[in-house]
């Protein structure tokens, strides 16, 4: 099937390219690819709205029903620890982190409205339709990708209902997977786009809906905090966001960059909920959601170069979240938008399969570049000295920036999260809680309320490079840490008797966060698509 341009995902960005392209020009032909059972299923987000990227798309948004409704209304800050809390007073902060103007939202809902904006412009919106390769035409340029291919056996081989996938090519296309895409990684590998620039910085998010108690409900109150339980095991804090409907979004994010192997980011959150600050928020409501997934903290530095032969990188592919602010929609939005551009310019030229150049500079000069730009020390300023430092010279650094310089430079980030985990022998294991059934849960159970789905007869979409690593290796000098790392409880090392232990991966629990192509010390894990409609079936995450 020929298309003028095809995009991988619909999210922000993908959804907001799809939109730009057919205002500037109606007669463009333009599909979405969707790996999700539904445009949503798999959008995660904390999310507090800076609708800067929406009032470029679309203008009109509030007249056209967009589901951006809860204003931010009362805006906090605390430091914990493990008995109390100590709020950070507004004034001193930067202007760039008040979060007035903004909304609390559900960027699945954002997306499924989106995605009818585009489809009444004439966007064609396949989902179910996982991407599992790309097409290179003869002069290696990327021309398309491959789709829709169900009914493998697990060993890879056509089963009897197979159903081949078809080729979809593009003058262009445009990968907005979100963060660590598998295709994504693939041209980033094959044209060497991280060449130049610091290697890419993660934090695993988790996030639980929460119906809560009217009386204790604040519509349109934000908190963030900082501090316990993580202490000095890793970097991260958590967010509570009130929307409407009694409803709270309690989320939790642990930067990858840790080096003890026996932390458990899952564990680490669960555990927030016992502070008492925030169990008594909970108290007396119940859990109704949860969902984990990776997010891009490396900033400015570690945007890779973001246009290939062919195609570009969009929202997450690229890396363009705004750490201190927790915010990367209005970025991904503004980022499709400039990637439609520079292709509308390029195929109204008669031109096809090239680098989208107007792309790459836009994005640099523009408003996301000059947005994360501000910001780009504070990750590496938190890695290197911790919090409480951080929060006096990274708070300095972004006042200054404001101003329009800085005195730290650009600092670097760096050796990866994977690099950075630490030998077991140096580590003594963490005693985290049981879980009470209340306030904690185990992951499995939770995993249940990630409506995660896997077709188990397909092949395994957790690959092994080599699979005697994770028992031979990973094992012996860092204790295994795919048992704990993953927020899903897929990986398991087994003993039975005097048997060798087993590594065991339960994929059908997997909720496509990509911990663990990230975090795994060995590098061993490559995490590719599984069958399109499978994995997590979020309903307004």
């Known amino acids: 099937m020929e298309y003028d341009v095809v995009i991988v995902g619909a999210g922000p960005a993908g959804l907001s390219a799809a939109i730009r392209l057919k205002q500037l020009d109606p007669d463009l032909n333009v599909v979405v690819l969707e790996k999700g059972s539904e445009v949503g299923a798999h959008i995660l987000s904390g999310a507090v709205l800076d609708p800067v990227g929406l009032n470029a798309l679309i203008p009109d948004w509030q007249a056209k029903g967009a589901p951006v409704t809860v204003p931010v209304r009362d805006d906090r800050f605390y430091i914990l620890g493990e008995a109390g809390q100590m709020r950070i007073p507004n004034a001193p902060m930067p202007p760039l982190m008040n979060n007035h103007g903004c909304y609390i939202v559900s960027m699945g809902n954002v997306c499924r409205w989106m995605a009818e904006q585009a489809e009444a412009l004439g966007v064609e919106i396949f989902p179910g339709m996982a991407c599992s390769e790309l097409v290179y035409g003869p002069d290696g340029a990327v021309k ?22 078809m080729e979809l090519h593009g003058k262009y296309v445009f990968l907005s997977e979100g963060v660590r895409g598998s295709l994504s990684k693939e041209v980033m590998a094959k044209f060497a786009l991280s060449k130049g620039h610091e290697p890419q910085k993660f934090g695993l998010g988790m996030k639980e809906i929460w119906e809560i108690d009217p009386e204790k409900h604040r519509e349109g109150t934000v908190t963030h905090t900082m501090g316990w339980p993580l202490g000095k095991n890793a970097g991260g804090g958590s967010f509570i ?27 680490e959150f669960q555990r927030f909920k016992h502070h008492p600050m925030v169990a008594e928020l909970l108290k007396g409501g119940k859990r109704v959601a949860y969902g984990a997934r990776a997010i891009a903290e ?3 530095q570690s945007i890779p170069k973001v246009v290939f032969p062919g195609g570009a990188l969009l929202g997450c592919s690229a890396g363009l979240v705004n750490v201190p602010r927790i915010k990367g929609n209005h970025n991904a939005m503004l980022s499709g938008m400039a990637a439609a551009e520079a292709a509308h ?18 994005l640099r000069s523009g408003p996301v570049g ?13 890695s290197k000295y911790g919090l409480v430092p951080s929060l006096v010279l990274g708070g300095m650094d972004m006042w200054t920036n404001t101003l329009g310089f800085s005195v730290f430079g650009t600092v670097k980030h760096g050796k990866t999260d994977a690099a950075a985990t630490g030998l077991a022998a140096d580590f ?7 879980p009470d059934g209340k306030l904690s849960f185990d992951r499995l159970t939770n995993v249940a309320f990630s409506f995660t789905n896997h077709e188990e007869s397909q092949p395994v979409h957790l690959t092994l490079k080599d699979a005697s690593v994770p028992i031979a290796v990973n094992l012996p000098k860092y204790a295994e840490p795919a048992q704990r790392y993953c927020p899903a409880g897929v990986y398991e090392v087994v003993q039975e008797g005097d048997a060798e232990p087993r590594f065991v991966i339960n994929f059908q629990n997997c909720v496509h966060c990509k911990t663990c192509d990230i975090k795994d010390p060995s590098q061993n894990i490559h995490w590719v698509t599984p ?11």
Not at 345 to 362: C, F, N, P, Q, S
Not at 371 to 378: A, E, F, G, T, Y
Not at 428 to 434: E, F, L, S, V, W
């Open 428 to 434: 003594a294991p963490i005693d985290y809680p049981k």
């Open 345 to 362: 310019e390029a195929i109204a030229a008669g031109r096809a399969g090239d680098e989208l150049t107007a792309y790459e500079v836009e």
């Open 298 to 300: 490396g900033g400015y």
């Open 241 to 267: 966001y009130h929307l409407d409907k009694n409803q709270v979004y309690v989320g939790f994010v642990v930067h990858l960059n840790y080096a003890n192997p026996y932390v458990s980011p899952y564990q």
């Open 531 to 541: 069958q399109g409609g499978d994995g997590p079936n979020y309903p307004n995450m």
């Open 144 to 165: 398309g990708v491959v789709a829709g291919e169900f009914g493998k056996n697990p060993d890879g081989t056509p089963g009897d209902h197979y159903e081949p996938g």
């Open 370 to 382: 000059r947005d994360l730009k501000k910001v780009r020390n504070v990750k590496p300023l938190w």
